[in-house]
């Protein structure tokens, strides 16, 4: 069965360009980030290496790398924007497309399945124009923001915790859709079933294990899912039971689940510790940006709550941070707990720094603008840039840089646009111009020299001659709005200037008054926006 799945969110956050929050990101061998942990048997076949060698947690993956888990063996990788992806044992995966910009001015990221399964925690999508991928053997799931699993090797399944899910199995025109809580799996078909497990990550391991007995029809398959899930659901109140009652006579717990998703309301750390050391301390540290006071308040040897917020954005530098680690030490014990997180820079509160642009230089000659983009560490945008209220262009922006812009032919009104992650925006308009160098004659009707034989008036009549000199600019363009400057020159004195908005015309009449047995030198010379000046004569002898 091949189906095409797509997934929306309005539980998720509101936006994710997953890469673009790299900084100094290169295009071509981008890296998604460090991983969070690798557990037992996780290896990486690096692109252009014919072996596998061992990743281990703080490594990167790379663009058209694979990874691949043995038995009892999982690897977290930990995306820069907050998302995460988790694959599980005995699986293969191949990033073959890693938050690649496109030609639609979004960025594309596709994951291949090839084996066993994975458990994904991916932002919403805000720009339209990207896509995040996910790929087995027998579906495709494009996702704008969900969180779950997906995977099988015959059977497909996948899971929801949150936001919705459209299969269409190939050759139908009639959808199956899931939403959180909700899982789906099949052969030919697809069965729809409510489960309190759905999306949940240790799951997912043991529903990929149900379905791989291919000798179960669906019927009995779906039997032991829900059986499965009503088991799973009991082991987790179990064990929640058992952390009340493990509080240790001095150390603590953590009420607080990881990993922890991070958007509106900053971060909360919440738990119970009992100590009768007085010299007792627990401390929360937040990536290398933050430190808590001593969370201790009683050392009375009985159960206490602590509970810590602290605020996660780009003003105080905590929107990179991707571990909270609780630190215990007292009556001769040092314990501490880890806590991953998932920062969403989509979100106002994370990200409320907007970028910054300023048109730094253009050339005029060459038809180009340098475009200086700021504040963009760790953050993602899109430049849009617009041309008398038409688009020309649009890309991701990933870092500070500067961005060149190509102008059009002539005088135009120029609007960049940039948008981060948070739809913090920054908008800057200058009106500029594009006059590329090229030589232009300027024709002169009649020649560069006329002789005229005109009679000598009678004595009592004023020997006046009068001609109207012609002469055409011809410049590539054919637009006068391309001249900087006309000026008309009559034995030296200025009989006609013209610059700017005053020229309107690339033909000339100009009356000019001749003097009989003396000199009628005409100088013309045009000068171009571009700079370059072109010239020419006339001379009237008059006999």
């Not at 709550?305 to 954005?313: G, Q």
Request: glycine share 8%; charged share 25%; aromatic share 6%.
């Amino acid at each position: 069965m091949m189906v095409r799945v797509s997934i929306s969110s309005k539980t998720f956050l509101r936006s994710m360009m997953i890469l673009a929050v790299m900084p100094a990101m290169v295009f071509s061998a981008p890296a998604i980030g460090k991983v969070r942990m690798a557990l037992g048997e996780v290896d990486r076949w690096k692109a252009k290496q014919n072996e596998w060698i061992q990743l281990k947690t703080g490594r990167n993956v790379y663009q058209s790398d694979k990874v691949r888990t043995g038995v009892a063996s999982e690897v977290v990788f930990g995306l820069p924007d907050g998302s995460s992806i988790m694959i599980g044992e005995n699986t293969i995966v191949e990033m073959e497309k890693l938050f690649e910009p496109n030609d639609e001015g979004g960025f594309e990221t596709k994951i291949d399945v090839e084996k066993g399964f994975l458990n994904f925690a991916v932002h919403k999508l805000k720009n339209k124009k990207s896509k995040f991928i996910f790929k087995t053997g027998t579906a495709t799931a494009s996702i704008r923001g969900t969180e779950g699993y997906i995977g099988g090797e015959g059977v497909f399944f996948a899971g929801l915790k949150t936001g919705k899910l459209e299969i269409t199995p190939a050759g139908s025109d009639k959808p199956v859709f899931i939403g959180a809580g909700e899982t789906t799996f099949g052969k030919d078909s697809l069965v729809v079933v409510k489960l309190a497990s759905s999306g949940e990550a240790r799951f997912a391991k043991r529903l990929s294990k149900i379905l791989a007995d291919k000798s179960k029809s669906v019927k009995e398959l779906q039997a032991e899912v829900q059986k499965a899930d009503s088991t799973f659901q009991q082991e987790l109140r179990e064990e929640a039971q058992k952390a009340a009652a493990a509080l240790p006579a001095d150390g603590f717990i953590l009420s607080t689940t990881s990993p922890v998703e991070i958007c509106e309301g900053g971060l909360s750390i919440d738990g119970s510790y009992r100590t009768s050391d007085e010299n007792a301390s627990l401390i929360l540290n937040v990536g290398k940006g933050f430190t808590s006071e001593n969370l201790i308040r009683a050392a009375d040897g009985k159960a206490h709550t602590f509970s810590e917020k602290i605020a996660i954005s780009d003003e105080n530098g905590l929107w990179t941070a991707d571990k909270a680690t609780l630190e215990f030490k007292g009556a001769g014990l040092t314990n501490s707990k880890t806590i991953d997180l998932q920062i969403n820079k989509s979100c106002s509160e994370v990200n409320t720094k907007a970028p910054t642009a300023t048109i730094s230089s253009y050339d005029s000659l060459h038809c180009v603008a340098n475009v200086s983009v700021g504040d963009m560490k760790n953050d993602a945008a899109v430049m849009s840039i617009e041309s008398d209220g038409s688009q020309i262009s649009e890309e991701a922006i990933t870092k500070n840089a500067q961005k060149r812009v190509k102008l059009q032919k002539g005088r135009h009104e120029y609007v960049v646009r940039i948008e981060d992650q948070a739809a913090n925006k920054v908008e800057l308009t200058k009106t500029m111009g594009c006059y590329p160098n090229k030589r232009f004659p300027i024709e002169v009707f009649g020649g560069p020299k006329e002789i005229l034989k005109v009679p000598p008036p009678p004595e009592d009549i004023e020997d006046r001659i009068t001609r109207t000199l012609q002469f055409r600019i011809r410049i590539p363009e054919n637009d006068p709005e391309y001249l900087n400057k006309v000026t008309v020159r009559f034995n030296g004195k200025i009989i006609l200037q013209e610059s700017l908005t005053q020229i309107h015309t690339l033909d000339y009449q100009i009356p000019v008054t001749l003097s009989r047995d003396a000199k009628n030198h005409i100088d013309i010379e045009v000068v171009h926006k571009s700079g370059y000046t072109a010239r020419a004569k006339k001379d009237y002898e008059v006999r």
